[in-house]
T-cell receptor
Framework: DSGVTQTPKHLITATGQRVTLRCSPR?????VYWYQQSLDQGLQFLIQ???????AKGNILERFSAQQFPDLHSELNLSSLELGDSALYFC?????????????FGSGTQLSVL | GQQVMQIPQYQHVQEGEDFTTYCNSS?????IQWYKQRPGGHPVFLIQ?????EVKKQKRLTFQFGEAKKNSSLHITATQTTDVGTYFC????????FGAGTTVTVRA
């Protein structure tokens, strides 16, 4: 158990819909990262938050947004969903912002867009 | 932009045999991390290499960082069924970039 909690584990929705994925980092960790993993794909970095502020942005679509709340949990909002958005979405956390910190991953949310 | 390439994409290994997976970067890296993702699981941190030419061992796993800090390798000896999974390298050059992973299957 990494200590990172993601909900829900599975999400099935239709094209055009909007969903919210939730992540609680490990106790004491201030950074939260979101990654997308498609079939046979690596981990695509979406976005990082540190202590409530956006820290780094990766290949995140404009239809996607995220935020980190004062209690440090984070939400990833995906809107106007397309079939191609079906993927496993991981949240990871680390203590600080140093790029060389190891990441602790949650168990992921499997999103299926039908 | 920075790219981290891993080869092979798939590795089918007979139990008891050795194999190596490679990670190559287009840019010089500050460090490299390795993660393992079991089937149906999430990535788990294995190790971080920082120094040029560094070699680290974890039981049957040997990790190397190239002299030019642009490549790395993971060598597993006497493969066991518990080694099944996808191994990712992640190279740091201002930001952490993950390779596509090497998915390992083991024939008993």
């Amino acid at each position: 158990d990494s200590g990172v909690t993601q909900t829900p584990k599975h999400l099935i929705t239709a094209t055009g819909q909007r969903v919210t994925l939730r992540c609680s980092p490990r106790s004491g960790d201030l950074s939260v990262y979101w990654y997308q993993q498609s079939l046979d794909q690596g981990l695509q970095f979406l976005i990082q938050y540190y202590n409530g502020e956006e820290r780094a942005k990766g290949n995140i679509l404009e239809r996607f947004s995220a935020q980190q709340f004062p209690d440090l949990h984070s939400e990833l909002n995906l809107s106007s969903l397309e079939l191609g958005d079906s993927a496993l979405y991981f949240c990871a956390s680390s203590f600080g912002t140093a790029a060389d910190e190891k990441l602790f991953f949650g168990s992921g949310t499997q999103l299926s867009v039908l | 932009g920075q790219q981290v390439m891993q080869i092979p994409q798939y590795q089918h290994v007979q139990e008891g045999e050795d194999f190596t997976t490679y990670c190559n970067s287009s840019t010089t890296l500050s460090n490299i991390q390795w993660y393992k993702q079991r089937p149906g699981g999430h990535p788990v941190f294995l190790i971080q290499l920082v120094k040029s030419g560094e070699v680290k061992k974890q039981k049957r796993l040997t990790f190397q960082f190239g002299e030019a800090k642009k490549n790395s390798s993971l060598h597993i000896t006497a493969t066991q069924t518990t080694d099944v999974g996808t191994y990712f390298c992640a190279g740091l050059h201002y930001k952490l970039s993950f390779g596509a992973g090497t998915t390992v299957t083991v024939r008993a």
